[in-house]
């Protein structure tokens, strides 16, 4: 059982993926690898920055889960943030052999220490998909710009934005996998079993492969739908944010459930 405000790793990697997962710091001074969906920080210049944490539930992790984290959280706390450590910190965290990201697969950030991706206008499939696992999993505060194709280089050049999905560069199709799978794959996210079965259906809704996974042709219908639904690109991924959760819920924790309407009907009482 955990420490007073504390979590564990096999609790925290629960909710990551989540909408609930809690904002993840790591404050360790050097990392080769990073925690999913987590944010660097400096646990020296705490006070500079911890008061954009107020009122958040925070999760702090350190080399051991220590002095370091154990300062930082505090420190959280007296701003108003619901702050714990990771138990025994990010060696727990490997020791158990629960995933990381490489820190070099990842692009550059701006100014506001956001990754900036670029692709094209009118999503589907993969421009929705891709921008949920980079929330959910990379950086819950990335930023994705939707523009016309012709467009895409010249925005990446300009804007330092990562293209993706697109023709000709690291994150797109390759072979027979679609950018979600290669997303997946590079960023070493392959340790989490329910996005590896997601990644299938992901597949053959974006290929028109749909006998792959019997899911497909729904998320391809629920896919399709969003987009006459919205005919602003960013609240379409805002409502799909909502859609690959659940799916990713089902992937998770549902696939052996059914469902069917007689097993909810009343039984007619006898006379």
């Not at 259906?201 to 974006?206: H, M, Q």
Request: with cysteine.
């Amino acid at each position: 059982m955990p420490a007073f405000n504390a979590i564990s790793s096999d609790k925290l990697v629960r909710l990551i993926g989540t909408p609930d997962c809690p904002t993840v710091l790591d404050v360790r001074s050097e990392a080769d690898a990073l925690l999913p969906a987590s944010f660097r920080r400096s646990a020296e210049d705490v006070e500079s920055w911890a008061d954009v944490y107020a009122g958040r539930q925070v999760v702090v992790a350190c080399v051991n889960g220590h002095e370091r984290s154990a300062g930082v959280a505090a420190y959280l706390r007296t701003t108003g943030a619901t702050a714990e450590v990771l138990e025994g910190g990010f060696a727990a965290w490997k020791e158990a052999g629960l995933p990381t990201i490489d820190p070099e697969k990842l692009p550059r950030r701006d100014r506001r220490d956001r990754t900036v991706w670029v692709t094209r206008a009118r999503p589907k499939v993969d421009r929705i998909a891709c921008p949920w696992l980079i929330r959910r999993f990379v950086d819950p505060e990335a930023v994705f710009l939707y523009v016309a194709p012709a467009e895409v280089t010249g925005v990446s050049e300009r804007f330092g934005a990562t293209p993706f999905d697109v023709e000709g560069v690291l994150w797109s199709h390759r072979g027979e996998l679609c950018t979600f799978d290669v997303m997946v794959e590079e960023l070493g996210l392959t340790g989490f079993s329910a996005l590896a079965h997601l990644a299938v259906i992901v597949r053959g809704a974006d290929t028109a492969r749909p006998e792959i996974a019997p899911q497909a042709a729904g998320l391809v219908a629920a896919s399709l739908g969003l987009s006459r639904m919205y005919s602003d690109d960013l609240e379409q991924l805002e409502a799909g944010m909502v859609l690959y959760d659940a799916f990713y819920r089902w992937c998770r924790d549902a696939v052996d459930e059914t469902h069917d309407w007689v097993s909810h009907t009343p039984r007619r009482s006898r006379k």
